[in-house]
């Protein structure tokens, strides 16, 4: 199938446009919470202060890879309807093979060994926008958490 007759497959991109919206508004929602959880939890250490910037950023780590795997498995959903479009040069079409391209995608690195055709490139250009945000979203709360931490506590 080319990506002309693809696109003329309007059930399929519906399908493609609102599961990009469900996992967009999911991720942002996941990313708002969790910030808001590693805040709370920070504010709960006790002693050293210094100490909990590391917690921080290895809280937005493993955030983010929660927020990869939700895009990763929306990939590999749509993926299981073949109209939604393909993933090329993934080598088993598995779970791992979406959430590595989900992790290219999110963090913008773009290798170029995977390539979407079809509705699904939607998601692929939303993922790339939103992990881009959330990233950005995560720098400045580590930055705020730095200013705030070592100025106040050396």
């Known amino acids: 199938m080319n990506d002309v007759t693809a696109y003329a497959n309007w059930g399929a991109n519906f399908?493609?446009?609102?599961?990009?919206t469900f996992a967009v508004i999911i991720t942002s929602f996941t990313?708002?919470?969790?910030?808001t959880w590693i805040n709370r939890l920070l504010a709960r250490i006790g002693h050293p202060k210094r100490r909990s910037v590391l917690y921080a950023v290895l809280g937005l780590i493993?955030?983010?890879?929660?927020?990869?795997?939700?895009?990763?498995?929306?990939?590999?959903?749509?993926?299981l309807w073949p109209e939604t479009g393909h993933i090329s040069g993934a080598t088993s079409g598995n779970i791992f093979d979406h959430i590595y391209f989900s992790a290219?995608?999110?963090?913008?690195?773009?290798l170029g060994d995977l390539s979407p055709s079809g509705p699904i490139?939607?998601?692929t250009g939303a993922e790339a926008l939103t992990g881009f945000v959330l990233i950005g979203w995560s720098a400045?709360?580590?930055?705020?958490k730095m200013e705030h931490l070592w100025k106040l506590h050396g």
């Open 15 to 20: 399908v493609v446009v609102f599961a990009t």
């Open 31 to 35: 990313h708002y919470e969790g910030l």
């Open 62 to 79: 493993a955030l983010h890879i929660v927020e990869i795997w939700i895009f990763g498995i929306d990939y590999h959903l749509l993926l």
């Open 104 to 110: 290219t995608v999110f963090t913008t690195l773009g």
């Open 121 to 123: 490139r939607f998601l």
């Open 140 to 144: 400045s709360f580590t930055y705020l």
